[in-house]
């Protein structure tokens, strides 16, 4: 079993910033792949930013320049620094991970944190 909890979330006026943590733990042999999505009411996931296990990362347009995503390898730990938040940033942020939980040729597993909300005043 793997769990995925998220920290970091919060309120926070426009222009401010904040820093998401997600520690992944459990049974896990390596991470492929460890990044956050946000999520409106109604609407699908949208990716904000992945970053593989060898450090090669992307972002969504609407975030790129303000958020920057990092990993610990050797915590299970990914991160996300929002700088510049702006009010349409308030959502849910999900932290997402692709996990291979055994070694040699297998599936990999994608595991989802339970949310943390983020809020961004006027």
């Known amino acids: 079993q793997v769990q995925l909890v998220e920290s970091g979330g919060g309120l926070v006026q426009a222009g401010g910033s904040l820093r998401l943590s997600c520690a992944a733990s459990g049974s896990i042999f390596s991470i492929e792949r460890m990044g956050w999505y946000r999520q409106a009411p109604g609407m699908q996931r949208e990716l904000v930013a992945a970053?593989?296990?060898?450090?090669?990362?992307n972002y969504a347009d609407s975030v790129k320049g303000r958020f920057t995503i990092s990993r610990d390898n050797a915590k299970n730990t990914v991160y996300l620094q929002m700088n510049s938040l702006k009010p349409e940033d308030t959502l849910v942020y999900y932290c997402?991970?692709?996990?291979?939980?055994?070694?040699?040729?297998?599936?990999?597993?994608?595991?989802w944190g339970q949310g943390t909300q983020v809020t961004v005043s006027s």
């Open positions: 997402n991970a692709l996990i291979k939980t055994k070694g040699g040729p297998g599936p990999v597993y994608q595991y």
């Open positions: 970053i593989t296990s060898g450090g090669t990362t």
